[in-house]
C-alpha cells in the first residue's frame, strides 16, 4: 500500500494539509520563543523554563483532553483549540511588536498554547479514521507521521532563516508570532 493514496480522500487531505501549515507555523514560534527568552535573559535556566511551561499543562491535562475527544463533537474541540492557540500567537505578536513582552507572559502564553494542543491533538488523531476508509488508514497514518516530522524539522528551520534574516532581534519574532497566528486559518 502506498501511504499518499490516502490524499485522494478529500476530506483526509485538506485536513493533512491544513496541519503541515499549521505545524509548521507553530514549531516557528516554538523556535522563536526559545530564541526570544534568550535575548531577553541570556539565562539557560530561564530557557529552560521554557520547556516546563510546555510540559506541565500537557502531562497534567492528555488525559482529560482524551476523554473531553471523546464526549464532545471532535470538529467544535479542534475549532476552540485552534482559536485559542490562534489568539496566544496573535497576542504574542502584538506584545513583541509594542515591545510589552516579558518573561512571564511568555512563560504563560507557551502554557496556554500547550494546554490547547492537549485538547487539539486528541481529537484531531481520533478524527483521521472518520476521514478515510478502514483500507486507507494505514496510509493515512503514515502520512500524518511524516507530516509531522516535516513540521517539526521545517518550522524551526524556517524560524532560524526570518530571524536571522530579521538581524535577530525582536522584530522579526513579532512577524514569525503573526505568521503562526496566520497558519491557523488554515
Known sequence: MRPYLSLRHRDFRWLWTAQLISLTGSQMQAAAIDWHVYLLTRSPLALGMVGLSRVIPIVSLSLLGGVVADRYDRKRVMLATQLTMTAVAALLGLLTLTGHETLLTLYVLTG???????????ARQALVPRLVPREDLPGALAMNLTMFHAGMIGGPAIAG??????????????????????SFLA
Open 112 to 122: 496556554m498554547t500547550s494546554a490547547a494542543g492537549s485538547f487539539d491533538n486528541p
Open 161 to 182: 532563516v526570518l530571524i536571522a534574516s530579521a538581524g535577530g532581534g525582536t522584530r522579526g519574532l513579532a512577524w514569525i508570532y503573526m505568521s503562526n497566528a496566520a
